[in-house]
Each structure stands twice: as structure tokens, then as C-alpha cells.
């Protein structure tokens, strides 16, 4: 299945009509499978399916990459299916991150089965060296406009991308879910042993409290959004040390939490201060 597809339309404009292809996201049923048993049915881009599954572990809790042993993608006539296999000391984990057997793409947190697995603790971020300027921050969000080829064919796609400083974009992931491409991203990372400390995570879309607790839980110290957070996100990633930007346009962006990661060089000296 393909990412995207090209379907045939009726154009209406200024009071004519004419017919028209418009390319459109593919939406596909995604099924993550842990050790025979499926967890998950996410719609989603059939796109960097291994990444997807090994992001989706990770930033749920339920395996590191190195604690899957084989995975594969089983492609069948009506979806998807990422066959991973852990440990069985993490069967507990398995069943304590349930959810339902559905996921729909504007849905991170669908069918968890308590109030506690939905507003799980995050552990405290470590020390990192990375600090951002405001140009850094600018640099980054202007990325997103460059870095989202499926987006560009259809408008309907999301991205999450990581950005170093110095390096610029390392590693970009697109899908018709937010929460999917920031997972594909997470994946990607994983495999290529990127430490995730050196950069920050770049997202088209509003920061909810699973987009911090991904973020947080893949380690990286830094996410810039190019909508706005909600109050609990602020709260939490607050809590974990997460250096959490938002409503980053390319032309300045407000800082939430973390600013102690946010260096500026005032106008008029070359000295380079924090942002208190």
C-alpha cells in the first residue's frame, strides 16, 4: 500500500466545474502485535512501518529497542500487521499499557483503561548540554516547511522531525496521526543510535500531554511545536524538565518551560546570556 494515492474529483471554483486528481494521505489500519497477541490498531500513513512499531514500544513503555528481539511487517488485504517479539518479563508491561482495539489518527491516548496509565508519572530528565538559540528555534520550525514531501503532495499530513544545532534536521517521519509521525521519528532514532539528548523534537501540531510524554520518555530534552500547548502539557513538562516551545512560526516562538536551555545574544555585545 502505497503512502499516498491520486483519486479523481469533481473541482468547483469561481462557479465553474471541471474534473480534477487530487493526491490524498493513504489511512491504514496498522496493528502492533506483541508475541502473537495484537495491543493496537492504529490508523495510520502506511509508511516506515519498523520505525513506527519500535517508536510506539518505546514511548509507551512497554519495550526499549533492544529488548525486541525480531520484528516484521505483515502486509494483508485490509491493513498492516508489526509483529514484535519481547521478553517475557515484559508481558507485564504488555498488559498494564492495554488499550483498545481501536485507534483513531487524532487519538493518543484512546482506550487506555484507567486514569492512571492516561496520566502516567514521567521520569526526570537528565542533565544535557543541548542549548537553543532563538535562531536555532526559528531554523527549526522553518524546517518544517521543507521537510514534509508527502505533505506537500496531499495537505493532510503531520511531521516530526530532530533538529541539532549546528547540524540542522538529522531525521524526519511523516503520517496522517500526530502521535504516529512523532513515534516513527522516535523509531528512526532508535535504530540509528542517535542520543536523542543532542537535539529537539520539531512537530507540526498542538502539544497534548502524550506528545510531553513521548518526548520525555524517548529522552529528548527539547520540543518545539508550531501550535500551542495545553495547560496540563505545560504542567507536566514542567515537572519532567522538558524545554517545551510553542507556536514556533519561523518568526519567534514562546517558551513554556525550560528556558534555562534558551541562549540570546543581546543586542549591542556579543555576550551570550540565558534566558531567565
Avoid at 521519528?185 to 501540531?205: E, K, N, P, Q, Y
Avoid at 510553542?246 to 534566558?275: C, E, H, W, Y
Amino acid at each position: 500500500m502505497r503512502p499516498v494515492q491520486s483519486l479523481a474529483g469533481l473541482s468547483l471554483r469561481q462557479g465553474t466545474a471541471h474534473d480534477a486528481s487530487r493526491t490524498l494521505p493513504e489511512e491504514w489500519a496498522v496493528a502492533l502485535v506483541y508475541n502473537g497477541t495484537t495491543r493496537a490498531v492504529m490508523m495510520a500513513t502506511p509508511a516506515d512501518l519498523v520505525d513506527f512499531g519500535i517508536g510506539f514500544s518505546l514511548t509507551e513503555g512497554i519495550a526499549t529497542p533492544d529488548q525486541i528481539s525480531e520484528i516484521e511487517v505483515v502486509e494483508h488485504a485490509l491493513g498492516s500487521e508489526v509483529r514484535m517479539w519481547v521478553g517475557d518479563e515484559h508481558a507485564a508491561a504488555l498488559s498494564a499499557r492495554a488499550r483498545a482495539s481501536i485507534g483513531p489518527v487524532g487519538c493518543g491516548l484512546c482506550g487506555i483503561d484507567s486514569l492512571e496509565q492516561a496520566l502516567r508519572p514521567l521520569p526526570a530528565l537528565p542533565e544535557s548540554r543541548l542549548r537553543l538559540t532563538p535562531h536555532d528555534i526559528d531554523t527549526a520550525s522553518n524546517s518544517l516547511r521543507t521537510g514534509q514531501p508527502l505533505h506537500d503532495q496531499t495537505r493532510a499530513m503531520h511531521a516530526a522531525l530532530f533538529y541539532v544545532p549546528g547540524k540542522g534536521v538529522t531525521h524526519a517521519r511523516e503520517d496522517v496521526g500526530r502521535h504516529n509521525a512523532l513515534d516513527k521519528l522516535v523509531g528512526a532514532l532508535a535504530r540509528d543510535g542517535i542520543d536523542t539528548t543532542t537535539g529537539a523534537m520539531v512537530i507540526t501540531s498542538r502539544v497534548s500531554v502524550d506528545m510531553v510524554q513521548k518526548a520525555v520518555v524517548a529522552g529528548c530534552p527539547a520540543l518545539i511545536a508550531a501550535s500551542a500547548p495545553t495547560a496540563h502539557a505545560v504542567r507536566m513538562a514542567q515537572e519532567a524538565g522538558l524545554t517545551l516551545i510553542a507556536l514556533a512560526r519561523g518568526d519567534g516562538a514562546d517558551v513554556f518551560s525550560g528556558a534555562d536551555r534558551i541562549i540570546i545574544t543581546p543586542q549591542g555585545n556579543g555576550d551570550k546570556t540565558n534566558v531567565a
